[in-house]
C-alpha cells in the first residue's frame, strides 16, 4: 500500500522549506506554499539557480508570522502570511517568473532591505495576494481556471522515495529528497511510478498528474548548506531519466478536489497515462 510519508512547503519560492505532519490543499496547492518571492530590481524573480546562497535562509511559520532566518549570521525578519490589494497600503506590483507577469504586493520594506544587504543586491520580498489568478499551461489544465502560486509552474511536486532510493543506488554521494524540493513524498511502490499517475486520491482529497517534472542545475546545490559542488545528480540522472532534452524527476500535479492530507494518508492511484520511453545509456 503506498502511504504519504513526508509534506513539505516552500513560503518564500527558492529559500529554506519546512516539513509538516499535514497540510491544508488549497485552488494553488498547500497552504503557504511559495506565495512569497524575491526579486530584484526589475521585478523578476530570484531563484537558487543565480544565487545558490539563498538555500541557507530558513523559513518557519510563528502564528500568522513569517520568520525567516539567514544560517549564515543568525539575523533574521519576521512578516506577516498574509497581504491584500484591498488594503490601501499594499500598492500592486508587476513581478515576472519564467513567462508569466502577474501582480504582487510588497511584504514589507524592512524585509526588502534585510535580503538587499544580505544578498547585496537590491531585493524586494513580494507576496502573491489572493486577487492575483496565476494560471497555469492551458494544454495541462483541466478547467482552464487552474491557478499556481509563485512555484515553476504547477501546484503541487510530487515524488517517490523508492524513486529517491533508486537514484542513491546508482550515486557515489547519496542525496537527500530536499534536492528535488517535492510538496509531496510517498513511500511503498516501484521507482518513478509517478511518471504515469493521471489520477490518484491521498485519503481524501483528489489530484491530478499533468506531466514529469523536468529538473535543473538547482538539484546540484547543498539545500543545507548553499553550495555548489559537482554535477550530481543531474550527471547521473541523465543517464537514465532524459527525455528528449529534459531530465526528469517527479510528477506535477493540479488539485481536483481540495482538503487536508496528512502524513501516513494512504495514496490510491485510479488512473495512469501512457508515457513515450525514457533514453537508455
Not at 119 to 147: C, D, H, W
Not at 181 to 205: A, C, M, Q, Y
Not at 232 to 257: C, D, H, M, Y
Request: proline content about 4%; overall charge negative.
Amino acid at each position: 500500500m503506498l502511504k504519504l510519508s513526508e509534506i513539505y512547503i516552500y513560503p518564500i519560492k527558492s529559500l529554506g522549506g519546512i516539513r509538516l505532519e499535514k497540510a491544508n490543499i488549497t485552488t494553488r496547492g498547500l497552504e503557504n506554499d511559495r506565495r512569497f518571492m524575491l526579486v530584484d530590481a526589475s521585478g523578476r524573480f530570484l531563484t537558487q539557480r543565480e544565487h545558490p546562497e539563498l538555500a541557507i535562509f530558513q523559513t518557519e511559520i510563528e502564528g500568522e508570522l513569517l520568520k525567516i532566518t539567514n544560517k549564515k549570521d543568525g539575523s533574521f525578519v519576521k512578516v506577516s502570511t498574509q497581504y491584500s490589494l484591498i488594503d490601501s497600503e499594499n500598492h500592486p506590483i508587476n513581478v515576472q517568473i519564467w513567462d508569466d507577469e502577474t501582480n504582487a504586493v510588497e511584504a514589507s520594506p524592512e524585509a526588502s532591505e534585510w535580503f538587499t544587504k544580505a544578498l547585496s543586491i537590491p531585493t524586494r520580498l513580494v507576496y502573491m495576494p489572493e486577487e492575483s489568478q496565476r494560471k497555469i499551461e492551458f494544454n495541462y489544465a483541466l478547467t482552464g481556471n487552474e491557478i499556481t502560486s509563485f512555484s515553476d509552474g504547477y501546484p503541487i511536486l510530487i515524488a517517490g522515495q523508492s524513486s529517491l532510493d533508486d537514484l542513491n543506488n546508482r550515486l557515489d554521494n547519496p542525496v537527500n529528497i530536499n534536492r528535488f524540493r517535492p510538496n509531496l513524498v510517498f513511500k511503498s511502490g516501484d521507482p518513478f511510478e509517478e511518471d504515469d499517475w493521471h489520477e490518484f486520491n491521498i485519503g481524501t482529497v483528489r489530484f491530478f498528474g499533468v506531466k514529469p517534472c523536468s529538473r535543473c542545475i538547482m538539484t546540484t546545490i547543498n539545500q543545507e548548506t548553499g553550495e555548489k559542488k559537482g554535477k550530481e545528480p543531474l550527471l547521473t540522472l541523465n543517464k537514465f531519466r532524459k527525455a528528449g532534452n529534459k531530465i526528469l524527476f517527479g510528477q506535477n500535479v493540479i488539485v481536483s478536489q481540495l482538503g487536508t492530507v496528512s502524513v501516513g494518508d494512504n495514496v490510491t492511484v485510479l488512473s495512469r497515462r501512457k508515457l513515450a520511453k525514457f533514453q537508455i545509456d
